[in-house]
């Protein structure tokens, strides 16, 4: 097991070096655009996927460093370039980790490569859970997937919403009901692969912030995908679905505990994508504190703002420290007793939301223009408190994992 360290390692400086070059000339530059436009960022992409930043070697190289900060530290420098570019860059990780979790060596030898295509022709993947009635509550998941075993197809037929790249995507990893019985136990994830019948994109939200990034509706009507599309295989799923059985008629309340103890691992990520925007609107500010003068001074020699940039940047650093550590907990198998992942996620979002506002407030009429970017850092932070468990989910998580009442 690593110890945990506060330190970077020197390879590990260069590459969070390496990104923030990508992120100050590359991704930062392109930002308004982008979100004026509302449009996947292909072109950034590409050129992600051209260095090498866009690819599952790059990923799986962060997601398996042992000290855990890999993903966080490349999460901070991306996200501190622009959080709508970079969710387009990192969401195909995100449906790509599904596979690598959950999928045999073939699914991830077939899959992960067609989910990102090559530099000349990239792609993306989309990860789809969230359904119009089934949000925060994942169990009340509607969408089925029935097994037609005469032709060894599984039939899925629902609605998903709120999907990253859905609709988009070459590769759609789909979560669906095989056991409506068993809540989230019931679940399984299939993959969809490209151009398949019956999968179409409903609507493509318009959105408050992260609008580089593609949100919308994927519609699954009677789409039909081979046996070997369900992630992990069958004598797997029959295993876990049997194991889930016997649990159940045990005790219903721990079969729900533990699907939300998987979330757990996941959310350090999204608050170190927080942490990036944070400490991006807080440099503007900064910087535009020490050079706006009024009253002929700088605005940072009075009291009042000063102080708001000292709370900005120590909450920025707290919150670093608690994704960091949830980041090496996850990676080294350490149980979360206090739902230290949650707890990273629910402080670096509010964080972010909190931060992005202060600095709008320091740099007055400017910053509520588009003309400075922290109009933009404040409408793409709201996300954070959002997805991946909203704020008041991951305080649902860190009272019941205290308080040693299941979850519910
Ligand atoms: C831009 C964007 C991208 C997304 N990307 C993806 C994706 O790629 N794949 C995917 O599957 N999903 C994705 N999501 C979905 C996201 O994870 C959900 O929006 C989120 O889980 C919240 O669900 P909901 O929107 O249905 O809100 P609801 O669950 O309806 O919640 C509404 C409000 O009620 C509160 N609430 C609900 N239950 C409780 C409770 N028990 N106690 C206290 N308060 C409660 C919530 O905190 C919230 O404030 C994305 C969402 C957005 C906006």
Request: a negative charge.
């Amino acid at each position: 097991m690593a110890e945990f360290t506060m330190e970077l390692n020197d390879e590990q400086k260069e590459v969070r070096d390496w990104l923030h070059g990508f992120a100050a000339d590359v991704i930062r530059p392109a930002a308004a655009e982008w979100d004026e436009r509302e449009e996947t960022p292909w072109p950034v992409i590409q050129e992600a996927a051209k260095v090498g930043i866009y690819s599952l070697d790059f990923y799986a190289q962060q997601y398996f460093d042992p000290t855990g900060l890999g993903i966080p530290m490349a999460m901070e420098e991306l996200f501190w370039g622009d959080a709508g570019i970079a969710l387009s860059i990192v969401g195909t990780g995100l449906a790509a980790v599904g596979v690598l979790a959950n999928g045999t060596e073939e699914q991830i030898g077939t899959w992960i490569p067609q989910m990102y295509g090559d530099a000349g022709d990239v792609k993306v993947a989309a990860f789809c859970s969230s359904e119009p009635d089934a949000g925060s509550d994942v169990a009340s998941m509607r969408t089925r997937a029935v097994y037609d075993e005469a032709k060894d197809e599984w039939v899925l037929n629902g609605t998903k919403t709120w999907a990253t790249n859905g609709g988009i995507a070459n590769v759609h990893v789909v979560v669906a009901v095989v056991d409506a019985e068993l809540g989230s136990k019931g679940h399984a994830s299939f993959i969809v692969p490209p151009g398949t019948p019956g999968l179409s994109q409903g609507q493509k939200f318009k959105k408050h912030g992260i609008r580089a990034s593609h949100t919308a509706e994927v519609i699954l009507d009677n789409v039909r995908v081979p046996g070997s599309c369900l992630l992990g295989g069958k004598e797997k799923l029959d295993e876990r679905l049997a194991r889930a059985r016997e649990r159940a008629k045990q005790g219903g309340e721990r079969v729900k505990n533990a699907a939300m103890a998987t979330f757990e691992a996941s959310r350090p990520a999204v608050g170190a994508m927080a942490v990036g925007t944070a400490r991006a609107a807080y440099e503007v500010a900064l910087d535009y504190a020490k050079t706006r003068e009024q009253f002929s001074r700088p605005i940072i020699d009075n009291q009042g703002v000063a102080f708001q940039l000292a709370d900005m940047r120590t909450s920025i650093d707290a919150a670093r420290l608690l994704v960091w550590r949830a980041s090496w907990m996850a990676v080294n198998g350490k149980p979360f007793t206090a739902a230290e992942g949650s707890m990273s996620k629910l402080f670096a979002s509010e964080t972010a939301k909190k931060v992005t506002a202060q600095a709008i407030q320091i740099l007055g009429g400017n910053g509520y223009t588009r003309e400075y970017p922290v109009e933009r850092m404040h409408r793409d932070a709201a996300i954070y408190t959002i997805f991946e468990g909203t704020s008041e989910i991951q305080r649902l998580v860190i009272a019941r994992t205290l308080a040693g009442v299941p979850l519910r």
